[in-house]
């Protein structure tokens, strides 16, 4: 089976703190995603990676960083937290070929206070 | 654009009785299409997809989906509910410009009631 984790399940941070969420999987994928979540918005894409050391913004990239220097690790970057990034973070990855969809993992829900 | 529409944010639907929850898609060309589950606190499981063939897919948990071209729509079924399906449902389409990036729509809440 196919495992993605991530290093907290709930997050609480003050406002402007920097704030790291870690995403680890075991299948050897090239492609890795972080998503937010929030009620009434589904799914959005904030970054994703192809490979080692690559990276493309999403759809909402702004206040968003991310570092991949490892294959099988995607981390998402809050420079500096605000309440408006309160919200549900889900990693994913996949295979490069395009009938792989995605996996993901069980998600982080971070509070900015 | 790529772009998903489920129109129902929530549905109630008693338990032993039949489930569609409905999915509408923009694509420019043949779309892969996947359903996603989520149950509350949890991450997304995938149900099913469709890459081509057989516009009839068959799923976990009993689920099944039918691929409407003519529609753009990936309506997902069940014949008979059980109180464990009660979560939230994704529809999303791909690929995207890389790989399998995918868009998803806004979810359909469903709920069972006994």
Redesign the interface.
């Known amino acids: 089976d196919v495992k993605?984790t991530q290093s907290s399940r709930y997050l609480v941070k003050r406002t402007g703190e920097k704030v790291f969420l870690e995403c680890v999987q075991d299948m050897d994928h090239?492609?890795m995603?972080w998503?937010r979540q929030d009620p009434?918005?589904?799914?959005r894409?904030i970054y994703?990676s192809?490979d080692v050391k690559m990276k493309?913004k999403g759809d909402i990239p702004e206040g968003y960083s991310v570092s991949r220097e490892k294959k099988e690790r995607f981390s998402l970057i809050l420079e500096s937290a605000s309440t408006n990034q309160t919200s549900m973070y889900?990693c994913?990855s996949?295979?490069?070929?395009?009938?792989?969809?995605?996996?993901?993992?069980?998600?982080t829900r971070l509070t900015v206070t | 654009a790529q772009s998903v529409t489920q129109p129902d944010i929530h549905i109630t639907v008693s338990e032993g009785a039949s489930l569609e929850l409905r999915c509408n898609y923009s694509y420019g060309a043949t779309p892969y299409l996947f359903w996603y589950v989520q149950s509350p606190g949890q991450g997304l499981q995938l149900l099913l997809k469709y890459f081509s063939g057989d516009t009839l897919v068959q799923g976990i948990k009993g689920f099944e989906a039918e691929f409407k071209r003519s529609q753009s729509s990936f309506n997902l079924r069940k014949p008979s509910v059980h109180w464990s399906d009660a979560a939230e449902y994704f529809c999303a389409v791909g690929p995207g410009r890389h790989g399998n990036k995918l868009v998803f729509g806004a979810g359909t809440i469903l709920r069972v009631k006994s």
């Open positions: 993605v090239e492609n995603f998503y009434g918005l589904g799914l894409l994703f192809y493309e889900l994913a996949g295979p490069s070929l395009d009938r792989g969809g995605q996996y993901f993992g069980p998600g």
